[in-house]
């Protein structure tokens, strides 16, 4: 009896005439979580199977699934010809380690026939299978209200699928169906959680890290560099583009007002990520800043840091609270490796007192204290690109 893995989609079913194009992405993406595994992953009516996965494979290649998006949830299901006999044996073997354990384990049959050429209705299914457990494994008994185990039964074009409960999955939609966006990663507990939300989306990350050694570590680079491939568990491959930012950072603190450096840093971060951003295909910022959070996230400082660039800047942690964001960077397991005490380059030089109220008309004339643009391109020049996955 082959066990295979069933896979329920999230909100593709609602997108109409799109939808094949979704469900074959959503194929490809499962079929990269499951590499170096070669299952055989098809759609049939509605729903996505992986045939082939080994047996022992099977735990590790659910657990990855749960991270693909676009997927609702999974089952391990027994995978029988639609044969009442086989069925039943089936849902026999199914049920038969939760029938050993503690007396009184309730259940509830469900079925479902997309094959209405069955000759038993979905009504006959259940009742006939209830009476046949309860046969095999007396101390069970039924609740149809709540059940602790489902015992369901799908009737499919091909096959039945028989099997007693389902994973979660990570919603969302498949990524690569809605564009390409650019996260700014600081190795700070929000932007990984950022990256995270707008991949949900359907969106494929591109990542980019400024670090201004020496005064940041080989250390605080690496720990972006995992951060990044803990995203890449969820998002897919990701570009992170890695920009040597000391001497922008350096000069800011020398020619520019000493309560706006700050700000200012924010700003060429942001012009700069636009510039890699249009190169590459990316067609939006990604932060994770939230209102209110520190000095440089006042409504006032971001709307300064949008006014460099005229990219859209997607900040999807804008209204979230901190203990809401650590929940989230917790569930997604970035949060470890996120409180690593490792400095970031925003947090090297922090004025002592930086401007809460800053104005556009006045940071742009403190920027052009300076001409930037060599710097700029200096720094674009000595870009590194890492291929994270
Ligand atoms: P995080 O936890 O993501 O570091 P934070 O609350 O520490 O956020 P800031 O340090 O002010 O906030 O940074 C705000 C946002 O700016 C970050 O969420 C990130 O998107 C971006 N950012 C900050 N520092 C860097 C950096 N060194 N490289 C790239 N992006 C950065
Ligand atoms: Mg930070």
């Keep these: 009896m082959e066990k295979v893995i069933l896979v329920r989609y999230a909100e593709i079913h609602l997108k109409g005439l799109n939808r094949p194009f979704f469900e074959r992405l959503l194929v490809d993406r499962i079929k990269q979580a499951l590499n170096p595994i070669k299952a055989n992953v098809t759609r049939e009516q509605g729903r996505i199977f992986a045939y082939g996965v080994p047996e022992e494979e099977i735990e590790r290649c659910v657990d990855r699934l749960c991270r693909v998006f676009g ?74 209200h709540h059940p602790k185990l489902p015992v369901t039964v799908e009737i499919r074009q091909n096959n039945a699928f028989v099997y007693t409960g389902e994973v979660l999955g990570a919603g969302g939609m498949p990524v690569g169906s809605n564009g390409k966006a650019m996260l700014l990663i600081s190795g700070g507990i929000d932007s990984p959680v950022a990256g995270y939300m707008i991949a949900k989306r359907g969106v494929m990350l591109d990542a980019i890290h400024f670090y201004s050694y020496p005064y940041t570590s080989e250390r605080a680079r690496d720990k972006v560099i995992e951060l990044t491939k803990l995203v890449a568990r969820y998002a897919g491959r990701i570009n992170l583009y890695l920009v040597p ?140 690109r890492m291929d994270i996955r």
């Design 71 to 144: 997927i609702h949830s999974v089952s391990v299901a027994r995978c029988v010809e639609k044969d009442w006999n086989a069925i039943r044996e089936a849902a026999i073997e199914e049920t038969r380690p939760y029938a050993s354990g503690a007396d009184g384990l309730t259940f509830k049959c469900f079925a479902r026939r997309a094959d209405k050429r069955f000759p038993m209705t979905s009504e006959q299914i259940c009742r006939e299978l209830g009476h046949e457990l309860l046969e095999a494994y007396p101390n069970l008994s039924v609740d149809v």
């Design 245 to 384: 930012f000391t001497e922008i950072q350096l000069t800011i603190y020398d020619k520019c007002p000493s309560t706006e450096t700050t700000v200012l840093m924010r700003r060429l971060m942001m012009k700069i990520a636009e510039r890699i951003a249009k190169d590459t295909g990316s067609l939006a910022l990604i932060t994770g800043e939230s209102i209110g959070q520190v000095a440089s996230q006042t409504i006032e400082s971001l709307c300064v840091t949008d006014d460099a660039v005229s990219m859209p800047v997607f900040r999807p942690l804008i209204g979230f609270d901190k203990e809401e964001i650590v929940e989230k960077a917790e569930k997604i397991g970035t949060f470890e490796t996120s409180i690593l005490p490792y400095e970031d380059c925003c947090t090297v030089f922090v004025p002592k007192h930086p401007v809460t109220k800053p104005k556009v008309d006045k940071l742009r004339e403190s920027e052009a204290l300076v001409d930037f643009e060599p710097l700029i391109e200096q720094a674009i020049a000595a870009t590194e």
